[in-house]
Antibody, heavy 122, light 108 residues
Framework: EVQLVESGGGLVQPGGSLRLSCAAS????????MSWVRQAPGKGLEWVSG????????YYADSVKGRFTISRDNSKNTLYLQMNSLRAEDTAVYYC???????????????WGQGTLVTVSS | DIVLMQSPGTLSLSPGERATLSCRAS???????LAWYQQKPGQAPRLLIY???SRATGIPDRFSGSGSGTDFTLTISRLEPEDFAVYYC?????????FGQGTKLEIK
């Protein structure tokens, strides 16, 4: 079955940076769009960013645009999220999620990782 | 952005009962690009329903989805103990993908 394993979370000060990774296995990674979705403590789900199968097109929520960068290395089957200028409101569990299509358009998220916790605090 | 409103916020029922969860969109969701997810404490969300009414792989047939346009429903016909969780609807018709705020299904 599809496996997605996130890493890279931790405690960071406001204004700091962090890079999350999501290692994918048991499917042809380059054939599918991927996204990051976050969940603040005790809150609901918020889509953060997405990237198509090739990595050539990326999408961002307004709340992170200009601060976060999504990328992927299809040779390593790994998705990344570079997070800069972090704020307290970025504190959340970050999940990577797989789309059912190459472009991600008109596709739900059919598999999710277990998440990695990012805490932004001084 | 399409805003999704779920109701009720909390639903208290007993095992064996029928659960009906609602998701209302601020504008029409084309081609029923609406999904439902289940999330248990400490776990990732799991896809239950896509295309408003199609069950994802391995999802029991007691889960069913219906609706179109702006009004969608998730029905659990006979609640099992493992069904008590939080349920989210999500639209994937337009960007940004948006989720409802969730309905917590708790044991009465």
């Amino acid at each position: 079955e599809v496996q997605l394993v996130e890493s890279g979370g931790g405690l960071v000060q406001p204004g700091g940076s962090l890079r999350l990774s999501c290692a994918a296995s048991r499917f042809t990674f380059s054939n599918y769009a991927m996204s990051w979705v976050r969940q603040a403590p005790g809150k609901g789900l918020e889509w953060v960013s997405g990237v198509i199968g090739s990595g050539g097109t990326t999408y961002y929520a307004d709340s992170v645009k200009g601060r976060f960068t999504i990328s992927r290395d299809n040779s390593k089957n790994t998705l990344y999220l570079q997070m800069n200028s972090l704020r307290a409101e970025d504190t959340a569990v970050y999940y990577c999620a797989k789309a059912e299509t190459y472009s991600g358009r008109y596709s739900p998220f059919d598999y999710w990782g277990q998440g990695t916790l990012v805490t932004v605090s001084s | 952005d399409i805003v999704l409103m779920q109701s009720p916020g909390t639903l208290s029922l007993s095992p064996g009962e029928r659960a009906t969860l609602s998701c209302r969109a601020s504008q029409s969701v084309r081609s029923s690009y609406l999904a439902w997810y289940q999330q248990k404490p400490g776990q990732a969300p799991r896809l239950l329903i896509y295309g408003a009414a199609s069950r994802a792989t391995g999802i029991p047939d007691r889960f069913s989805g219906s609706g179109s346009g702006t009004d969608f429903t998730l029905t659990i016909s006979r609640l099992e103990p493992e069904d008590f969780a939080v349920y989210y609807c999500q639209q994937y018709d337009s960007s940004p993908r948006t989720f409802g705020q969730g309905t917590k299904l708790e044991i009465k």
